[in-house]
């Protein structure tokens, strides 16, 4: 089972950036795909940014293309997002896990979601 655990999250102002850090335990990333989600207080789990296999292709919801970008590194097991141009709209708590290729849907260990990590943007 592989179990994800975020980090680096923080308090920024608009405009500000902010690097995510996924480590990873139970696999070698780049055999999984991975996938970033974010969850505001009272409303669901929304997809963020996935990659496939071996770092490849990434794709990202309509309001962060552009401004966001998922890589990984093998052998620090870690799977990034670089989040440049923050707008209050990217608050939440960001969670990372492995997923099914191809797909939005979470590869969860028996413990379900790992650690997540606040992002809060100001205005």
Not at 3 to 18: D, H, I, P, T
Request: hydrophobic fraction near 35%.
């Amino acid at each position: 089972q592989v179990q994800a655990m975020a980090s680096g999250g923080g308090s920024v102002q608009a405009g500000a950036s902010l690097r995510l850090s996924c480590l990873a335990s139970g696999s070698d990333i780049s055999s999984n795909c991975w996938g970033w989600f974010r969850q505001i207080p009272g409303k669901e789990r929304e997809e963020v940014a996935r990659m496939f296999k071996n770092y490849g292709i990434t794709e990202y919801v309509g309001s962060v293309r552009g401004r966001f970008t998922m890589f990984g590194h093998n052998a620090k097991s870690t799977v990034y997002l670089q989040m440049n141009e923050l707008v209050p709209a990217d608050t939440g708590m960001y969670f990372c896990a492995s997923i099914r290729c191809g797909t939005w849907s979470p590869l969860l260990a028996s413990r379900g979601w790992g650690q997540g990590t606040q992002v809060t943007v100001s205005s």
